[in-house]
């Protein structure tokens, strides 16, 4: 397991957001995490990036514990993450907006960048190349000199996950990465987080809502109510789950007939 969480708790006054969840993620592995909105989802992601600090349980990382750290911290660990709004620097272009993922693994002092040394320009250089590198991995070739603000919104999206790359993690969690997006861009998002993980070796975590995506992708889901967890499995499972296909994916939706539910 890659990462290990135990019986995790958060509470917010007198709503328990996050109640006793245990969940395992194995290395190499994609997985996703669904439930309906206010199931605690974002706020369990919020937990394991240091965001939020748990009122109980233990969260850990390729053998160590997160609990604790600051969220530039649990990034430098490892950890790399999307949001379910999209957070880019709307008058960079897209290459400045993917170099700035990289600032958790720079190594370079501030007499260093004010003078603007030989040092300075050689690591100016390397996270140019980098950058422009996932540029092209992400899908956004040519579009490096462009704003960020002027791009149809599945390309930010693209941004936003190219950024996170940027910091070499080892797990990427991702907080509904096709929302919003067509049919097209939903398949094409799907082939890139399939190559994060092939050709990246990057161990993937999806929140979503749409099913085709979960269905399609994911190798173990498990599934949030009120902040807790009642289901965990292979697709499979979690298709013949009468629990599951009651109060989340409804009988027509896991029947083939609705692809999309709000209660993911």
């Known amino acids: ?19 006793d969840v245990t969940i395992g993620i194995s290395e190499g592995s994609i997985s996703s995490i669904i439930g309906p909105n206010g199931a605690g989802k974002t706020t ?7 965001i939020y600090k748990p009122d109980q349980g233990s969260i850990d990382f390729n053998g160590r514990s997160l609990i604790g750290l600051r969220p530039d911290q649990v990034n430098k660990a490892g950890i790399a993450r999307t949001f379910q709004s999209i957070r880019l620097f709307g008058n960079m272009t897209v290459l400045e907006n993917i170099m700035v993922g990289t600032h958790s693994r ?9 003078l603007r040394t030989r040092r300075f320009k050689e690591q100016e250089r390397l996270v140019q190349e980098k950058a422009s590198m996932l540029l ?22 693209r941004i936003e996950i190219a950024r996170a790359l940027a910091s070499d ?4 969690l991702l907080d509904e990465p096709t929302a919003g997006m067509n049919p097209q861009e939903s398949a094409e998002a799907m ?8 050709e990246l070796g990057i161990t993937v975590v999806l929140i979503e809502h749409d099913m085709r995506v979960v269905m399609g992708i994911s ?6 109510d009120y902040g807790q967890k009642i289901a965990e499995g292979t697709p499979e499972e979690i298709r013949a789950n009468p629990r599951v296909v009651e109060a989340y994916l409804g009988r027509r939706a ?8 709000s209660a993911a």
């Open 1 to 19: 397991m890659l990462l290990k969480v135990n019986n995790l708790v958060k509470s917010f006054g007198g709503i328990r957001a996050v109640r």
């Open 44 to 50: 369990f992601f919020n937990l394991l990036t240091g």
């Open 106 to 114: 720079l190594h370079i002092s501030l007499p260093h960048t004010l």
């Open 136 to 157: 092209k991995f992400a899908g956004l070739s040519g579009k490096g000199d462009e704003l960020s603000k002027n791009l149809p919104y599945g390309d930010q999206r």
């Open 169 to 172: 993690p080892k797990l990427i």
């Open 191 to 198: 082939s890139l987080f399939r190559k994060i993980r092939d």
């Open 219 to 224: 190798e173990h889901i498990d599934v949030l």
């Open 254 to 261: 896991m029947g083939g007939g609705a692809n999309n539910d």
